[in-house]
């Protein structure tokens, strides 16, 4: 038996501006040390202008994969050999797996979204009316993953017309979904039958948490899923409110987790640590 010693570390990580609050790392470390695998997360600034070299940097220290966050997911993708069909629908890459030099790009952000919805909310989105608070990268990514499974229509409002038209054109364009959008100016009364609400915009994210999205809150009924992509605090106070009045709630803890699981796997080979993921998120924080 070989029992030469090997102490190079697999490296994977994130690039973006500013990323000092990133708590990736910390899931990432410990499904690592779960699965007895000698790898290493590394959180690196990288400013706008010098993502070149970053990516140039990745293929030299033959890193195994990176994740993107602002201001990179969507500049990156002249720097990749081949992108996944919903990411290049998206426009947006927020995972990269180096494979014998050859970089791939996936967007896992919907992904998560989605597996969260479905496995800790209980909803199929298959049929499923949707209403879209933004029309941001997370929005983005979110609307085609339930165009794609399935959902039959969404509602995107957003502060800005031209982010929220183009959505909108790209879902009734490339998917088989039915999207309509609205300017966000006014507190939104929430329709009847809308099945889930998600806010997929900054708003309530630490240390803003005393914001909340302008909706009338007592259009909400408790035949709806309310969903907020914010992992910190995982509880804001969109969905306190929300809960106040008896309805279902989904935090963005889980849609972290999530996609941080799918990132695992495509690095690794490996299925993630759910739960141990999850458990060294809620103590980072405080939950």
């Not at 970053?54 to 030299?60: I, P, S």
């Not at 791939?104 to 992904?111: A, M, P, S, V, Y």
Request: proline share 5%; hydrophobic share 45%; glycine share 8%.
């Amino acid at each position: 038996m070989d029992k030469t010693p090997n102490y190079k570390a697999d490296l994977v990580g994130v690039f973006g501006h500013p990323v000092a609050e990133n708590p990736t790392i910390v899931m990432q470390e410990a499904a690592f040390q779960q699965m007895n695998l000698n790898w290493r997360y590394l959180t690196i600034e990288v400013r706008q202008g010098n993502l070149a070299d970053a990516m140039q940097g990745l293929r030299v220290f033959n890193m195994r994969g990176i994740n993107l966050t602002i201001p990179h997911k969507v500049a990156v993708l002249p720097y990749l050999d081949e992108i996944s069909s919903a990411a290049k629908l998206m426009g947006a890459v927020n995972t990269v797996i180096n494979k014998n030099n050859r970089l791939l790009g996936e967007n896992t952000d919907g992904k998560g979204f989605l597996r969260s919805l479905v496995e800790e909310a209980g909803v199929n989105p298959s049929g499923k009316r949707v209403v879209m608070l933004g029309a941001g990268g997370a929005a983005r990514a979110i609307a085609v993953e339930l165009a794609l499974a399935g959902a039959s229509e969404i509602t995107v409002l957003n502060r800005s017309t031209g982010r929220g038209q183009n959505l909108v054109a790209l879902l009734n364009t490339k998917t088989a979904i039915r999207a309509d959008f609205v300017l966000w100016e006014n507190d939104y009364s929430v329709p009847a039958d809308c099945d889930v609400l998600v806010n997929a915009t900054s708003i309530g994210l630490s240390p803003d948490i005393n914001v909340k999205p302008r909706i009338v809150y007592s259009s909400l009924l408790d035949s709806m899923v309310v969903c907020d992509v914010i992992p910190n605090p995982p509880n804001t106070l969109f969905l306190n409110e929300t809960q106040q009045r008896g309805v279902r709630t989904l935090d963005g803890l889980g849609m972290l987790v999530y996609q941080g699981a799918i990132g695992f796997k495509l690095w690794t080979g490996l299925e993630a640590p759910i739960n141990v993921m999850r458990a060294a998120l809620e103590e980072a924080l405080g939950v």
